[in-house]
């Protein structure tokens, strides 16, 4: 299994990202996927989860800023991060949800100046 996320990068207070998880080895088109994301010095945090109907689900830090979703045909899940602050800053994970550990991938680091 591998899932690859992506996207990342330096962004203004204000700019927006899109975050992309390629999903390999793995079942994906039937599966709750989610993003993560660790702050430096912070435990690894939910961002934000989404089933394999679409139904969606957020952290309340995100709410109305960040939207998930998928194409299962492409095995792809997104994470549109608009309206960025630098709380935001973290590297972003993508994985199944609940987590498994053996599908923790690089992530993506994603840094938001002020």
């Known amino acids: 299994v591998q899932l690859q996320a992506s996207g990342g990068g330096v962004v203004q207070a204000g700019g927006s990202l899109r975050l992309s998880c390629a999903a390999a080895?793995?079942?994906?088109?039937?599966?709750?996927m989610g993003w993560y994301r660790q702050a430096p010095g912070e435990q690894r945090e939910l961002v934000a989860t989404?089933?394999?109907?679409?139904?969606?689900n957020y952290a309340d830090s995100v709410k109305g800023r960040f939207t998930i979703s998928r194409d299962n045909a492409k095995r792809t899940m997104y994470l549109q991060m608009n309206s960025l602050q630098p709380e935001d800053t973290g590297v972003y994970y993508c994985?199944?949800?609940?987590?498994?550990?053996?599908?923790w991938g690089q992530g993506t680091q994603v840094t938001v100046s002020s």
């Open positions: 994985n199944s949800a609940p987590s498994r550990g053996a599908y």
């Open positions: 989404i089933t394999s109907g679409g139904n969606t």
């Open positions: 080895g793995y079942r994906f088109s039937i599966a709750t």
